[in-house]
T-cell receptor, first 114, second 114 residues
Framework: DGGITQSPKYLFRKEGQNVTLSCEQN?????MYWYRQDPGQGLRLIYY???????QKGDIAEGYSVSREKKESFPLTVTSAQKNPTAFYLC?????????????FGQGTRLTVV | AQSVTQPDIHITVSEGASLELRCNYS??????LFWYVQSPGQGLQLLLK??????LVQGIKGFEAEFKRSQSSFNLRKPSVHWSDAAEYFC????????????FGGGTRLMVKP
């Protein structure tokens, strides 16, 4: 079945460590996105990519990095520079360059700093 | 830049009662509007979307929403709520440009009393 797969579902990170969250889609979508969700704050955009080998910062990119080497993959690295990384992370994809297309979401990764 | 406001953080309704969740947006042109639902610890599922045409939009699970340009609103309604509708609901506006980044409201958590 087509969809977006995020892994792992739960992730624990020690202070000072980098961790990478995986996001894979088989929807043949051009655009992919990473959102961070905190209680009561809705979803905030971290990074997005409209096409392979290109990505742009969102509203809260500091302390995060991404790559887009393949159309189907958009991994997010949470670096040690992110001071408050504990959150729920959602990956999404959409048809991209055309207007009005809806976003499809993965099931999320809950990251906790221990 | 676009923005979305969901004035109600929490709403409690009795099972069988009608429901209306409010959403107000700010965007300079014709918006693309979405309602998503999220169960605890899960990703977001699209309920319905408005791009153009008929301002009353029907979605899944018996939900509908009405776009009112004069009020910059896109309120979500359901005539009779079921216990399984308890979840968090997000309104989002999409930008009319390449990439279709969504801007989300803060969400409304719906609780259903038996």
């Amino acid at each position: 079945d087509g969809g977006i797969t995020q892994s792992p579902k739960y992730l624990f990170r020690k202070e000072g460590q980098n961790v990478t969250l995986s996001c894979e889609q088989n929807l043949n979508h051009d655009a992919m996105y990473w959102y961070r969700q905190d209680p009561g704050q809705g979803l905030r955009l971290i990074y997005y990519s409209q096409i392979v080998n290109d990505f742009q910062k969102g509203d809260i990119a500091e302390g995060y990095s991404v790559s887009r080497e393949k159309k189907e993959s958009f991994p997010l690295t949470v670096t040690s520079a992110q001071k408050n990384p504990t959150a729920f992370y959602l990956c999404a994809s959409s048809g991209g360059l055309g207007w009005g297309t809806e976003a499809f979401f993965g099931q999320g990764t809950r990251l906790t700093v221990v | 830049a676009q923005s979305v406001t969901q004035p109600d953080i929490h709403i409690t309704v009795s099972e069988g009662a009608s429901l209306e969740l409010r959403c107000n947006y700010s965007y300079g042109a014709t918006p693309y509007l979405f309602w998503y639902v999220q169960s605890p610890g899960q990703g977001l599922q699209l309920l319905l979307k408005y791009f153009s045409g008929d301002t009353l939009v029907q979605g899944i699970k018996g939900f509908e929403a009405e776009f009112k340009r004069s009020q910059s609103s896109f309120n979500l309604r359901k005539p009779s709520v079921h216990w399984s509708d308890a979840a968090e609901y997000f309104c989002a506006v999409g930008a009319n440009n390449a990439g279709n980044m969504l801007t989300f409201g803060g969400g409304t958590r719906l609780m259903v009393k038996p």
